[in-house]
């Protein structure tokens, strides 16, 4: 087995290793996965009737299908899984170390493939009894492809019917290619969003051109499509702390042992995500230098210069970067990844009372960010102090929710770090009158991510896709000629020329439009493919609506369909772009607050856990507190991807809301223990 995975690392690809109990069962081992976050695989290898060439099937745990259709498929007579005698001569191991790895170690070989398995994120197989592997979908192709060359991938829930996609080629006619094409489109997704939601979730970021798989693990190449909604966060959270009198600035990625360990708390909190440069070319380096986690300690050494006197203040500076932070597990696109792009301010004060008004300041900019722009509802409040920023004074939070999965997810923070960092920093002041002792600089520090986006889609998306909010899409308005494919030139070239004059007519009106004039697709393959990506709105350009001077608009968000006359054009599609924005909010809005309850003691709360909601409870606001309601509230039936930490999913304080559901009353007791309840904090399981 080691030779295996010696090959798979010689393609420089990413193989990790998982070591566990001994299973007594395949389920069990299956079970093991998926509570650590990764799709279990099978391998199966087959005989066929008269042949020695080996069928290896490869397939998600998950994924039926009958061993008489993979013969049916590819044409073989009497396919039946292969005894242990046969396994072991072909590839000298045994039956029950099957893997997909073993491809390698015969030329020839059958290799039927799921597709879903390429496109999994993170999947896994037994290497022995205590100890398995996981690979990324994508890596395990690249596998396949050096050591088979060709190979089948298909949907195997098609395998009675459909033909493996590399089996024999066959020239068709162009427009049956066209109509191929569009039916692969039609189906789009291939997985329901209730039904397998991380599957939908990474098939949408993957179908949509969201996003790409890279060869390292827990690296994510943000395509064009997502970028553009990074770009739009950009500019508005940009413009407004600018008007705030905040100034952005670049500071290097690098930073130094000495100074990243100057506070104990802070460098606790992150030291497992640490990623380290120790050799620059064959050359150890003298000291080894941290890639930034976060950069209070790249920045603050340098406050220290910088500011001496009150004089010198406040310094406000952001900064749009990268950060790395070497997270080993469960790694997932946009919401953890081990390097990812956000803004961080870092700013110093002369008083307390500026520094916690700028905190509330960021945060409602936050709120703003996921409300108005992405549509998202979201619970500003303070974080626990077992939940705050390591090292900080105090740590307030936007936490949003995903209805689905009823899992919370923490949007952006905004900390006040209160002295400490300038005490260890020695970011000192004179008084105002030049005389008595120096003092510390009162220092906030806030960020917000790209994680914004996966958020986004996973409260939006539906079935057919993304769903994006006008305020953010890249394309607001996709216009659609329906004659494109037409045989009659004059009808097709006045139908584009039309398509082409609402677009400029609209951008002139500040909407972000796109004529498609591809005249190799048809408008069915065009509306499937904009309605896929979540654009907002479908303008369809027909000759009998231009007859009767209108035009067909179509919403994203909810399928509605309306005819828009051309001359109220201008004004009724900005208006329409603020109805869908507003809708989208409240349809979310309305999604969290029907799995949201109020409690006021124990009983219940395991149970509105597990029934998806998050619980509004009085609480004493002790950390005793807490741990205890996360080990009693501990599931260990689930099968879902379980963050390491928040171990068997265990519910956690999301915040404590601002906006109290009601004051606690006289006497009134913790909900979980007997200590005086102090206010009420919003609980759940979260990302």
Not at 145 to 166: I, N
Not at 334 to 360: C, P
Request: aromatic share 10%; hydrophobic share 35%; charged share 30%.
């Amino acid at each position: 087995m080691d030779s295996l995975i010696a090959k798979f690392k010689d393609l420089s690809l990413a193989l990790e290793k998982l070591e566990h109990k001994e299973p007594e069962s395949f389920q069990e081992w299956a079970g093991i996965l998926s509570s650590n976050g990764i799709v279990p695989l099978k391998t199966l290898v087959l005989k066929a009737s008269k042949s020695t060439v080996p069928i290896v099937v490869v397939s998600l745990e998950s994924t039926p299908f009958q061993i008489s259709q993979v013969g049916k498929t590819l044409g073989l007579k009497e396919a039946r899984v292969a005894n242990e005698q046969f396994v072991k001569e072909l590839f000298s191991i045994e039956k029950l170390d099957v893997n997909p790895l073993i491809v390698s170690l015969q030329e020839e070989v059958t290799l039927l493939v799921d597709h879903l398995v390429l496109e999994q994120p993170k999947i896994g197989f037994r290497l022995s009894g205590t100890e398995s592997a996981f690979v990324s979908g994508q890596d395990l192709k690249q596998y396949f492809e050096k050591y088979q060359g060709t190979y089948s991938a298909m949907d195997f829930s098609q395998l009675g019917a459909a033909k493996p996609v590399e089996k024999k080629k066959e020239e068709k006619p162009k427009k049956e290619e066209k109509q191929s094409d569009e039916k692969e489109v039609q189906i789009g997704l291939t997985v329901k969003k209730d039904e397998d939601f991380s599957l939908w979730y990474s098939q949408v970021l993957l179908r949509t051109e969201m996003m790409d798989y890279y060869d390292i693990s827990g690296c994510y190449i943000i395509r064009p499509w997502a970028y553009a909604i990074w770009k739009e966060i950009q500019k508005f959270f940009g413009g407004e702390i600018e008007e705030l009198g905040v100034e952005d600035c670049y500071f290097p990625m690098f930073v130094s042992e000495r100074s990243l360990n100057k506070e104990k708390d802070h460098i606790e909190g992150f030291s497992p995500e640490v990623a380290w440069v120790t050799k620059a070319g064959q050359s150890d380096l003298a000291e080894p230098i941290a890639v930034r986690p976060t950069s209070e300690t790249v920045m603050y050494p340098y406050y220290s210069n910088w500011i001496r006197s009150h004089r010198d203040l406040p310094l406000r500076l952001n900064q749009w970067c990268n950060v790395v932070r070497w997270e080993f597990k469960h790694a997932q696109p946009f919401l953890r990844t081990r390097e990812f792009l956000w803004q961080e301010g870092h700013t110093a004060f002369a008083t307390k009372e500026e520094s916690d008004k700028e905190v509330l300041e960021i945060l409602e900019l936050y709120r703003r960010v996921y409300e108005e722009l992405l549509a998202v509802p979201v619970v500003p409040g303070v974080k626990s102090e077992k939940e705050k920023f390591a090292g900080g004074l105090y740590t307030t939070t936007v936490e949003g929710f995903i209805p689905t999965t009823g899992r919370a997810i923490q949007g952006a923070t905004s900390h006040c770090l209160g002295q400490n960092f300038s005490k260890m920093f020695n970011i000192l002041i004179d008084s105002e009158t030049g005389e008595g002792a120096r003092s510390n600089v009162w220092q906030n520090s806030w960020g917000l991510t790209t994680r914004t986006i996966g958020v986004m889609v996973m409260v939006h998306g539906d079935d057919k896709g993304l769903v994006l909010p006008p305020r953010v899409a890249s394309v607001q308005v996709v216009i659609v000629p329906l004659g494109a494919a037409a045989k009659n030139v004059e009808l097709r070239d006045s139908l584009n020329k039309k398509a082409q004059e609402l677009q400029q007519q609209l951008k002139t009106k500040g909407v972000r439009a796109k004529a498609d004039l591809r005249d190799n697709y048809t408008a069915g393959y065009k509306f499937n493919h904009w309605e896929l990506r979540g654009v907002p709105l479908r303008i369809e350009v027909g000759p009998r609506d231009l007859a009767k001077n209108e035009v067909r608009v179509v919403r994203r968000d909810n399928g509605q369909a309306q005819q828009v006359s051309l001359d109220a054009l201008e004004q009724a599609i900005p208006t329409l772009l603020e109805t869908v924005q507003k809708d989208m909010f409240q349809k979310a809005y309305e999604a969290r607050q029907k799995q949201n309850v109020i409690l006021e003691s124990w009983d219940g709360f395991v149970d509105a856990l597990n029934k998806k909601c998050t619980v509004l409870a009085p609480w004493c606001e002790r950390v005793e507190c807490e741990e205890e309601v996360k080990e009693r509230s501990a599931r260990t039936d689930s099968d879902e991807e379980v963050d390491e930490r928040a171990p068997s999913m265990g519910a956690k304080t999301l915040c404590i809301p601002f906006k109290q559901p009601q004051a606690v009353k006289d006497g009134q007791k913790c909900f979980q223990c007997e200590h005086p309840a102090k206010r009420y904090c919003l609980w759940g399981r979260s990302y």
